[in-house]
């Protein structure tokens, strides 16, 4: 088996940070989609990705400009929330399509119904940073545990 490598969680200058409840700082990343796939390659990464906040709108302006590009792979965090407890956690979605897109926004108050879409439709997906908060509450701990139960990957 040959191991690949790229780098699954960048933002480029499409990503907007509009989580204050999940982060005291909000960024906004200044590389292109284009500075980001050549940086990688530069570094030796296999195959590149984009994972902006709720939008595919990177990845798209990257493949309209570089429909060759078989090593690029479509990204997305999607924000979402555990549905009772309302804690907010994002979800790295990989290899989807516009149409997906939709649908995955369609569901973003909702993580298990993230997670359930993602593998109705085979696609890859990641919990991000799932341990950054301390002291959850018993039911965000409950919601927690329910939620790793459903994802192969935590980042």
């Known amino acids: 088996m040959t ?3 790229m780098d699954m969680h960048v933002h480029s ?3 907007v940070e509009p989580v204050p409840r999940v982060s005291k700082v909000n960024f906004r990343p200044k590389e292109t989609p284009e500075e980001i796939y050549q940086r990688a390659k530069a570094a ?9 906040h709720d939008t595919i709108d990177g990845c798209l302006d990257f493949l309209s400009r570089h429909p060759e590009a078989k090593d690029f792979v479509v990204g997305e965090e999607v924000s979402t929330q555990l549905p009772v407890s309302k804690l907010t956690v994002h979800i790295n979605v990989y290899g989807h399509n516009e149409a997906q897109h939709r649908e995955l926004q369609k569901r973003r108050e909702d993580a ?5 879409y993602c593998r109705e439709q085979g696609l890859f997906f990641a919990w991000n940073h799932p341990f950054y908060r301390e002291n959850l509450s018993t039911i965000e701990a409950q919601e927690f ?5 459903q994802v192969d990957v935590l980042e």
């Open 145 to 149: 545990l329910a939620l790793v139960e």
């Open 112 to 116: 298990f119904a993230v997670a359930a």
């Open 44 to 52: 030796g990464m296999d195959f590149v990705t984009i994972t902006d």
């Open 13 to 15: 200058c499409f990503s």
């Open 3 to 5: 191991w690949k490598k």
